[in-house]
């Protein structure tokens, strides 16, 4: 193993690194595969199951499990947040149909967009609109 090639142990490595950095190898190293995961997340349409399995944890429950407790929501959640700011967005500046603004966001079903939009927001997406453009 590596820190054997450089004369430490992997504790004592593991005790050099908590000094260092505040927290422990292992707990560093999970919370990069959760930051990794979170910027494909956002730059892709990979499934929970796919990320997983692409950050090399063997099961999509501990993915989720580790996630959850790294950023305080589900994966499912973080997704449809995702999906519901660039929904904002795109009512606030531009003058498509709020069915358009669904499907380019990734819901192909615009009742579940309404519905989350205002789960998230408080607003429907077409209230939401009016009070930031003052268009309907």
Do not use: W
């Not at 054997?4 to 593991?14: A, K, P, T, W």
């Not at 908590?18 to 190293?29: F, R």
């Not at 494909?40 to 996630?67: P, W």
């Amino acid at each position: 193993n590596v820190f054997h090639r450089v004369g430490l142990s992997s504790s004592y490595f593991s005790q050099l690194f908590k000094a260092e950095k505040g927290v422990g190898l292992n707990s560093y190293i999970m919370h990069r595969r959760v930051e990794f995961a979170m910027r494909l997340l956002r730059q892709t349409e990979l499934k929970n199951e796919d990320i997983a399995l692409q950050l090399g944890f063997a099961r999509q429950n501990y993915f989720s499990s580790v996630f959850k407790d790294c950023y305080g929501m589900t994966v499912t959640d973080y997704i449809q947040r995702k999906r519901i700011e660039h929904g904002c967005k795109l009512l606030a500046e531009t003058d498509l149909p709020v069915e358009e603004v669904s499907r380019r966001v990734g819901y192909d079903d615009s009742v579940r967009f309404y519905r989350y939009f205002k789960k998230i927001c408080g607003v429907t997406p077409r209230v939401y609109r009016k009070e930031k453009t003052g268009i309907l």
